[in-house]
């Protein structure tokens, strides 16, 4: 009986070993998508103390990497009667953790994007404001103003791109399985 247990614990490991390996192609830390993966093979939410424990890593760590995983979308703090200790959860849903992590990803761009841009636009305006432009400057603020538009309809295309996952819209252009013939 021993001998199953470990051969069940090794392949669990090996599975734990490959989210992580996935995650880290996502460009997500593999130590994110190791604690993902034990806890989506616990199949139960787990304390910090239950995470340290399991991985080697200091409460300190784990709470860095549980914090991470929360900010992604694909952990989240949970509650249960009788428990004083904070418990985190996984989604069990791989579609759904695809899309929590392209999505964060994308999210955090668009919000650097568009706090560029209003930089970029006020530095244009106060140079225009203040500054007697020649023609040739005007032209090449027109230029910039018009590279920025570019910019501007590409980061709303990932928005809106971002918002087509996580609506599940995807799913009725992209099926989760394909019928078999």
Known sequence: MANKEGKLDE????????IADNMHSFGVATSVGRVLGIIYMHGAPMTLDELSAETGMSKTRMSQVVRE??????A??????????DLYQVEQDYF???ISLFTSNWQKAISK???????LYRQLDNLQQKDKLTD???AAVNEILEEIHE???YYDWIRRL???????????????TVEKE
């Open 151 to 153: 910019w501007t309809s």
């Open 11 to 18: 392949i669990k490991d090996q599975f734990i070993e490959k």
């Open 136 to 138: 040739e400057d005007e």
């Open 162 to 176: 971002t918002e087509f996952f996580e609506s599940g819209e995807i799913f009725k252009h992209v099926p989760r």
């Open 96 to 98: 759904q953790t695809f």
């Open 76 to 85: 989240e703090k949970v509650f249960k009667k009788g428990v004083r200790k």
């Open 113 to 119: 994007s568009r706090n560029f841009e209003n930089r």
């Open 69 to 74: 995983m929360m900010e992604l979308n694909i």
